[in-house]
């Protein structure tokens, strides 16, 4: 198995943060979120969008995660990235980490903190400590792309996809609901519907490709297929988790 061994790179600052994306942690004063743009091959940009919700302002706000075997976190200069910006009242501002991955295919969790003071009153400041998990899985690294009838079958009877698997689950929606939620949620074409038969299609940011043939009825049967085994492996793993 090749190792998995990951970076986060400082990118850049934006002097105004988006309200979309997913909580990565807050208290009573802070809120940090976080949202992965499109990757590049084993790059992955996310962008942090730092929230001032207290009335007084903030500042020495520091990024950190831990180094772990798999996951490194390169810094401009020892010890935790310090961001370029204070926060007042209400203000929002953002930065761009990239993360430089070389194995896309395990999923993790990655630990670290945040650490600001906030100003509770003229000349005095406290200091706190946000703890979080960031998530990381395959789906993350999905890209949509077209494909047409012709290429999916072409591709189903090629020797390029040399790996496979099949899995049942339990069907808990409607069809038409399962299948937007798969294909949202994996970010995977729709090819084909006939019936309760859908083929769907993705590629990875490595370019890695993936068939997907499902049939309803009932429950959820899922045969999958692609280029690469860790891909179909790990793809299996995130099917499992989800909730159709």
């Known amino acids: 198995m090749i190792p998995d061994i990951m970076s986060l790179e400082e990118n850049g600052v934006s002097s105004t943060a988006s309200p979309a994306g997913v909580v990565l942690g807050e208290d009573e004063s802070l809120s940090v979120r976080y949202h992965p743009h499109v990757p590049s091959h084993s790059n992955l940009s996310l962008s942090l969008d730092f929230s001032n919700m207290a009335p007084h302002s903030i500042s020495n706000i520091k990024f950190d995660i831990s180094d772990s075997i798999n996951t490194k976190l390169v810094r401009s200069s020892p010890g935790s990235l310090s961001m370029p910006f204070a926060l007042t009242p209400g203000q929002a501002n953002s930065f761009t980490l990239s993360l430089s991955l070389q194995s896309i295919y395990i999923s993790q969790k990655l630990r670290g903190s945040v650490t600001y003071f906030i100003e509770t009153e003229p000349g005095s400041k406290d200091e ?52 937007e939620q798969f294909s949202t949620d994996f970010k995977l074409t729709v090819v084909e519907r006939i019936g309760g038969a859908v083929s769907l299609y993705g590629k990875t940011s490595r370019d890695d490709e993936l068939c997907v043939l499902m049939k309803l009825n009932g429950n959820i049967s899922i045969d999958i297929k692609g280029s690469d085994s860790q891909l179909v492996n790990s793809f299996v793993d995130l099917v499992n988790s989800a909730k159709l």
């Not at 494909?147 to 189903?156: A, R, S």
């Open 128 to 179: 706190k400590i946000i703890n979080f998990t960031l998530p990381l899985n395959l789906a993350m690294f999905i890209v949509s792309a077209p494909c047409t009838e012709e290429q999916f079958t072409d591709l189903i009877a090629s020797n390029n996809l040399e790996s496979s698997s099949t899995l049942t689950l339990p069907l808990s929606s409607s069809g038409d609901q399962c299948i």
